[in-house]
């Protein structure tokens, strides 16, 4: 018996659907996924030699982060130049040879798209500068003259993302606004130019083959009229309930008439490039508006991502994004890490209640066998649901977060804007471990690593995973391979709640589904309770871990073929 008021999901069949409806895309950190030069920090030829890897796991396309010419104020989302490569990471022609590889192995390359801020080195930014208060190209930027009755107070209480006020000054007096770091300027999209600009930057990438973009803090590029006061600290708009577009800075309507304008571009290219957003707003169907039809073609789910280690909690966030994404016709996506956010092996072996994506430093020691059961099961659950799927480079190989390196070490803005208060994001940044034995675990020739990695990523490497039975590596291989047999990421989904055998299946502790596709009927089972007795004549596709005389332990989920 079936719930239909629960049966969320319809999703074409995978002939008829574009690439990108149910795609498994790999996210590269390009610093720190391979270094081929030696010099600590990732590049483009450390990518490129690596493809390989990315091919066996079997991922549909690969998504690289920022490797524009850049301060690295932000890793690299603080953009100098949109339409070069940064030295740091190698050359143009490198991209090209790293699009062309990708191509040759049957990966889409998608890249990321910074458009809400730049870098202050940009000479967009370095003009206005150099021009006077009052001057046209300042229209590029958010400058306010100061209050001269009040001449330290910014011009309105909006929060920058990393900690402190949204406003610095210049040194001729100007405020200019920085929803992120200080040297990250927002852009004025009330200014023509800046879209003209932004439209010609796409091209450049769609002409150099690109299959489609990831477009940075999506929800933020238009701001209110006026700039009116928030009313709200970064951290009551975080952790109410409120729509994030009660804030002046996010989710404003007048952001879509710029997506459908570059919607149009990508049209115009051959091949179906794509868009994705990357909004962390909600709630659900205020994301749905960046994927209607002439928009995104994505939008992250990170709903999905916060989810609480709950059977009850993972199936509602599962039922309200298809409830969003199926009135729009776009495909729902599901992701667990990136680079913003603690790695779920870690978050899962914290206590549910403390499940935190951003990490305070007050967060108790995470139980790392726990986490990592629970991520692949967690994965394991994902990556069969119909629509599209992000991961993120190393959970492939069950990488857990590094909460414990030095503040010395520490480069990220969020850690120095809060006084170290908020740890930030380096520890999910830490580069892959690939050879056990060999140098930086083989990150690097040279075994310069621009964080250090911990001896824990030892035995996770590349190398002590491939081709053992029960490994993480193994198992997304395994995943992904069954899931592309079954046609799986495409067909229908609907919960079951009939008792899978003998034993009830309590709603409580097991999240049940069955994907209906092509291929047959494949059903997912998600323990999160007591060991659950499987039925004795189903054929087990993959389990997340192993399972004890037919039992499907807690914490612990499995793929039949029904
Ligand atoms: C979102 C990116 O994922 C994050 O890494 C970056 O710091 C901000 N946008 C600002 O660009």
Redesign the pocket.
Not at 137 to 166: C, I, K, L, Q
Not at 354 to 378: C, F, K
């Given at each position: 018996m079936t719930d239909p008021a629960a049966a969320p999901a319809a999703s074409p069949s995978a002939e008829s659907s574009p690439w990108w409806r149910s795609a498994v895309i790999y996210q590269v950190y390009p610093r720190s996924f391979a270094d081929a030069d030696g010099d600590g920090v990732g590049d483009l030829p450390g990518i490129t030699a690596r493809l390989d890897h990315l091919r066996d796991l079997g991922v549909d396309a690969v998504w690289v982060s920022p490797f524009y010419p850049s301060p690295q104020a932000?890793?690299g989302?603080d953009v100098a130049d949109y339409c070069d490569v940064d030295p740091l990471f190698g050359t143009l022609a490198d991209a090209e040879r790293l699009i062309d590889a990708a191509h040759q192995r049957g990966l889409k390359v998608i890249i990321d798209v910074?458009p809400?801020?730049t870098s202050d080195r940009h000479p967009w930014f370095q003009r206005a500068l150099a021009a006077a208060p009052g001057d046209e190209v300042r229209d590029w930027y958010h400058f306010r003259s100061p209050d001269p009755d009040d001449p330290e107070a910014p011009p309105n209480d909006w929060p920058s993302?990393f900690g402190g006020s949204a406003w610095s000054k210049t040194p001729d007096g100007q405020w200019y606004l920085h929803l992120?770091d200080s040297s990250?300027p927002d852009l004025n999209w009330e200014h023509p130019p800046v879209r003209e600009a932004f439209r010609d930057i796409l091209r450049f990438w769609l002409d150099r083959g690109v299959d489609g973009f990831r477009i940075?803090?999506a929800h933020g590029l238009v701001k209110a009229p006026g700039l009116p006061d928030s009313g709200l600290t970064r951290e009551e708009l975080a952790t109410s309930a409120l729509p994030t577009h009660t804030a002046p800075y996010f989710d404003q309507d007048g952001v879509h008439e710029i997506y459908r304008d570059w919607r149009g571009i990508l049209e115009g290219y051959p091949g179906e490039r794509l868009m994705v957003a990357?909004a962390w707003i909600r709630p659900y169907d205020r994301i749905a508006r960046y994927v209607r039809p002439d928009e995104h073609h994505q939008a992250f789910n990170f709903g999905f991502l916060g989810t609480a280690w709950d059977a009850q909690e993972l199936r509602e966030h599962i039922t309200r994004s298809y409830a969003a994404n199926d009135p729009v016709g776009a495909p729902t996506t599901w992701v667990l890490s990136?680079?913003?956010v603690v790695r779920h092996a870690t978050r899962f072996g914290w206590p549910a209640e403390s499940l935190v994506t951003q990490l305070d430093g007050t967060m108790p020691e995470p139980v790392r066998e726990t986490g990592l059961r629970r991520a692949r099961a967690a994965t394991t659950l994902m990556l069969a649901l119909p629509g599209s799927a992000y991961l993120f480079q190393g959970e492939e190989l069950g990488l857990f977060e590094v909460l414990d390196l030095d503040p010395s070490v520490r480069q990220d803005p969020t850690f120095h804007r809060t006084d170290g208060d908020r740890l930030g994001?380096d520890g999910c940044r830490v580069p892959l471990p690939w050879e056990a034995e060999e140098p930086a675990f083989g990150f690097s020739p040279t075994g310069e690593a621009w964080l250090p990695q911990p001896d824990g990523f030892q035995e996770l490497a590349v190398d002590q995973q491939a081709g053992v039975a029960g490994s993480t590596l193994e198992l997304y291989r395994a995943l992904l391979a069954v899931r592309r047999e079954r046609g799986l990421g495409t067909g229908e989904m609907r919960f079951v709640d009939e008792p899978v055998v003998e034993a009830t299946v309590d709603s409580q502790s097991v999240v049940a589904f069955d994907v209906t596709t092509p291929a047959g009927t494949t059903r997912v089972l998600l323990n999160l309770g007591p060991a659950l007795p499987l039925p004795e004549d189903a054929t087990v596709l993959v389990a997340s871990g192993p399972l004890q005389d037919g039992t499907l332990p807690t914490d612990t989920a499995v793929w039949l073929a029904v």
């Amino acid at each position: 018996m079936t719930d239909p008021a629960a049966a969320p999901a319809a999703s074409p069949s995978a002939e008829s659907s574009p690439w990108w409806r149910s795609a498994v895309i790999y996210q590269v950190y390009p610093r720190s996924f391979a270094d081929a030069d030696g010099d600590g920090v990732g590049d483009l030829p450390g990518i490129t030699a690596r493809l390989d890897h990315l091919r066996d796991l079997g991922v549909d396309a690969v998504w690289v982060s920022p490797f524009y010419p850049s301060p690295q104020a932000d890793a690299g989302y603080d953009v100098a130049d949109y339409c070069d490569v940064d030295p740091l990471f190698g050359t143009l022609a490198d991209a090209e040879r790293l699009i062309d590889a990708a191509h040759q192995r049957g990966l889409k390359v998608i890249i990321d798209v910074v458009p809400n801020h730049t870098s202050d080195r940009h000479p967009w930014f370095q003009r206005a500068l150099a021009a006077a208060p009052g001057d046209e190209v300042r229209d590029w930027y958010h400058f306010r003259s100061p209050d001269p009755d009040d001449p330290e107070a910014p011009p309105n209480d909006w929060p920058s993302e990393f900690g402190g006020s949204a406003w610095s000054k210049t040194p001729d007096g100007q405020w200019y606004l920085h929803l992120f770091d200080s040297s990250q300027p927002d852009l004025n999209w009330e200014h023509p130019p800046v879209r003209e600009a932004f439209r010609d930057i796409l091209r450049f990438w769609l002409d150099r083959g690109v299959d489609g973009f990831r477009i940075d803090v999506a929800h933020g590029l238009v701001k209110a009229p006026g700039l009116p006061d928030s009313g709200l600290t970064r951290e009551e708009l975080a952790t109410s309930a409120l729509p994030t577009h009660t804030a002046p800075y996010f989710d404003q309507d007048g952001v879509h008439e710029i997506y459908r304008d570059w919607r149009g571009i990508l049209e115009g290219y051959p091949g179906e490039r794509l868009m994705v957003a990357e909004a962390w707003i909600r709630p659900y169907d205020r994301i749905a508006r960046y994927v209607r039809p002439d928009e995104h073609h994505q939008a992250f789910n990170f709903g999905f991502l916060g989810t609480a280690w709950d059977a009850q909690e993972l199936r509602e966030h599962i039922t309200r994004s298809y409830a969003a994404n199926d009135p729009v016709g776009a495909p729902t996506t599901w992701v667990l890490s990136n680079h913003d956010v603690v790695r779920h092996a870690t978050r899962f072996g914290w206590p549910a209640e403390s499940l935190v994506t951003q990490l305070d430093g007050t967060m108790p020691e995470p139980v790392r066998e726990t986490g990592l059961r629970r991520a692949r099961a967690a994965t394991t659950l994902m990556l069969a649901l119909p629509g599209s799927a992000y991961l993120f480079q190393g959970e492939e190989l069950g990488l857990f977060e590094v909460l414990d390196l030095d503040p010395s070490v520490r480069q990220d803005p969020t850690f120095h804007r809060t006084d170290g208060d908020r740890l930030g994001r380096d520890g999910c940044r830490v580069p892959l471990p690939w050879e056990a034995e060999e140098p930086a675990f083989g990150f690097s020739p040279t075994g310069e690593a621009w964080l250090p990695q911990p001896d824990g990523f030892q035995e996770l490497a590349v190398d002590q995973q491939a081709g053992v039975a029960g490994s993480t590596l193994e198992l997304y291989r395994a995943l992904l391979a069954v899931r592309r047999e079954r046609g799986l990421g495409t067909g229908e989904m609907r919960f079951v709640d009939e008792p899978v055998v003998e034993a009830t299946v309590d709603s409580q502790s097991v999240v049940a589904f069955d994907v209906t596709t092509p291929a047959g009927t494949t059903r997912v089972l998600l323990n999160l309770g007591p060991a659950l007795p499987l039925p004795e004549d189903a054929t087990v596709l993959v389990a997340s871990g192993p399972l004890q005389d037919g039992t499907l332990p807690t914490d612990t989920a499995v793929w039949l073929a029904v």
